[in-house]
């Protein structure tokens, strides 16, 4: 008959417990938890988990890791991982992305702040984009018109007409954020607005909003009555 040794204890040696990712599903976890296994491995001397906890010190919370610059991210992990994590937290971006359906139309603003906000609401800097939209209101192409800084972006009206004229466009749509978290068009915002909206008239392309999200809401020109007649 087997008996345990004196000390009680089994002689055999037992199998290291599973990680929590292995015993709970990853909504149960922690940040630091979730993006230590994004991360997969340290460096320097830093386990994963010290990575991600040093992570997400030094850039506020999760939030402040999400919105932060692929330059900043890569003095931290190095270029090759912070383009990775870059690319996997765009990823989840595009994900919750809610644009119509191919072939719904875009109605109102709360159609674009739904399709893009959760794209674009958390960049560090500013990202313009135009929705080019048949006669019928529906997208036929979305193109990156510009990235500037956390304060503002340069861009030319002709470069915006320009795209829309070169896909066949019907009409336009712009939208981008305000880093700041304050949705509030800047004195420049409105003037660049009225400039787009007073050239696509002229060309019978029609600015048809210009919506503008962030953090804190968003502002959409049309439904404030501050879109240019066209």
Wanted: hydrophobic letters at 45%; glycine letters at 8%; aromatic letters at 4%.
């Amino acid at each position: 008959m087997t008996t345990l040794p004196a000390n009680d204890q089994d002689p055999r040696p037992s199998a290291p417990p599973l990680p929590r990712w292995r015993q709970h599903a990853l909504d149960a976890l922690s940040d630091v938890e979730v993006l230590a296994l994004a991360l997969r491995s340290g460096r320097a001397g830093l386990t994963a988990d010290d990575l991600a906890r040093f992570l997400l010190a030094a850039h506020g919370g999760l939030r402040g890791v999400v919105r932060a610059s692929l330059g900043s991210l890569a003095l931290d992990l190095g270029e090759v991982r912070a383009t990775q994590l870059r690319a996997a937290l765009e990823l989840a971006r595009r994900a919750r992305c809610d644009v119509p359906r191919r072939g719904m139309p875009y109605t109102s603003s709360a159609d674009v702040v739904r399709g893009w906000a959760p794209r674009l609401a958390d960049l560090p800097d500013e990202c313009v984009m135009a929705l080019v939209l048949d006669v019928k209101q529906r997208l036929v192409a979305e193109r990156v018109l510009a990235v500037g800084t956390p304060s503002g972006v340069g861009l030319g009206v002709r470069e915006v007409l320009g795209l829309a004229l070169r896909e066949g466009g019907a009409s336009m749509v712009l939208v981008h954020n305000h880093p700041s978290g304050d949705p509030t068009p800047s004195a420049e915002d409105a003037e660049f607005t009225r400039r787009v909206a007073a050239a696509g008239a002229a060309v019978e392309l029609p600015l048809l909003d210009h919506v503008i999200v962030a953090r804190d809401g968003s502002y959409s020109f049309l439904d404030a009555g501050a879109l240019p007649a066209r």
